[in-house]
């Protein structure tokens, strides 16, 4: 009970601190993050594959339970006459937290506050509480009257419940109090009502979107992804709240020019509008984790020709105001493909989930080699000089978007009556486009569907095929072929390391 409250108290204080100063870390947080950075890579693929985009909360919840059963082990030590061994506890937990917030990729030594006084509050309750509640045999004559008139039996140690429950009760009050201050401060930092106002230029190099690029088929994946329906990937166990005012881009390294740009600076510059999906290199065949939206930004080619690349650099590193980075190849950004520094999406300026304020955009390439959000350093090297963030655990340097087909009806596992029943979903072969998309039924023959417009090679793309279901249990299989000709592989592969692949496939029943 003690150490909860001791808890208790060093988190609202690190809460209070959080919503005074902006930017820096809780303890919970600044070591949950670490935990994300430092975890063997297959317990993270677990962990993920295990609580899919509620991994985050898990590691909250796990971290906060921890944090809970030592705070009772050294509540009771405390309370035992044990101070040293309770204080000993709080500084090797809060040293965790400060080593935490010190191994923070760009930390400042102000980020240190809100552990340090947090450790400072919890020693503090744990030793001031057990004076004020402990009564030992030398404090009470035995049989000598309480304050109210009530006979203590005479005891070598007790605890006094009355005082207890009195400071327990000013400590938890106090403690909800200055915790729901702090988070209520916090939200002054978040940039949510800074983007609501914030107007996107218009668009000269704007985006023509044929009219069919719906086929208008019931269950059918929409071409535009909503953002409140996109997928969402990072290692941001706090989504970074980064102002337009604080935003700068310097892109540097092998470069003829160093460039560094602010926010208002990209509104000024020539806007251009593409429709791109993108997809993480952790979609399991028939997954999720894959979106198609409109972006608008400044074309990355043109900035990049201003700065004078050199023509050695082969690897261009993004990096975000979080420190994760990314290494995308130099000779694909200058290709002739739209990568962009993308601020708007769907019409609206990003999300901060999908980056706000800017983001990197990489048509065909998978999002841990090219999407950087919250992105504000470029830096033009070779493959020798870094390895980046998803790199060094195990996944591939090279990752461009494999050719893909999903179905998304019917369902796998569905019922359908016998007669005409509608086949489709999406496929995707980013930048190099679908030229076909077949379907199989139970092992018969690969039938050609048919395919939904598109405004170029670097979207999904709706394909349907009308077949008459007859009575049974059936197996569709459907596969692509990208624009070049080239099948979609067949032989299937799990994500790691550089995507998945093989056919997705529907069981269903007909009756
Ligand atoms: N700053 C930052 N950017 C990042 C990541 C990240 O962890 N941190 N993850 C990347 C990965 S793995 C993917 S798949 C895409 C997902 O973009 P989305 O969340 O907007 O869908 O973001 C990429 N950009
Ligand atoms: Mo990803």
Known sequence: MLGTLALVAGLAIAELVAGSIAGVPTPVVAVGQTVIDVV???LKDWAIATFGTANKV???TVTLSLLAALGAVTGIWALAGRRRAALTMVAAVGGVGLLSVATRPGWSPVDLLPTALAVVVAGAVLVAVPRVVVTRSSDREPGAGSADGEVTPAEPMGIDRR???GSGAL????SVAGGGLGRLLQRRFEVEGERAALQLP?????????DDVELGIDGLTPFETPATDFFRIDTALVVPQVSTDEWRLRIHGMVDREIEIGFDDLLRRPQS???VTIACVSNEVGGGLIGNARWQGVLLADLLREAGVDPAAEQLVSRSIDGWTCGTPVATVLDG????LAFGMNGAPLPDRHGYPVRMIVPGLFGYVSATKWVTDIELTTWDAYDAYWIVRGWAEQAPVKTMTRIDRPRNRSNWPAGPLDIGGVAWAVHRGISAVEVRIDDGPWQRCDLAGVPSDDTWRQWHLRWDATPGEHVIEARAVDGAGVPQPSEPRPPAPDGAQGYHRAVITVT
Request: aromatic content about 4%.
């Open 273 to 275: 509008e593409r429709d």
């Open 163 to 165: 005082r207890f429950l």
């Open 337 to 340: 493909r739209d990568a962009m």
């Open 202 to 210: 218009p668009v000269g190099d704007r985006l023509v979107r044929p």
């Open 171 to 174: 400590l938890g009050v106090g």
């Open 58 to 60: 898990v590691l909250v």
């Open 40 to 42: 063997p890579p297959a």
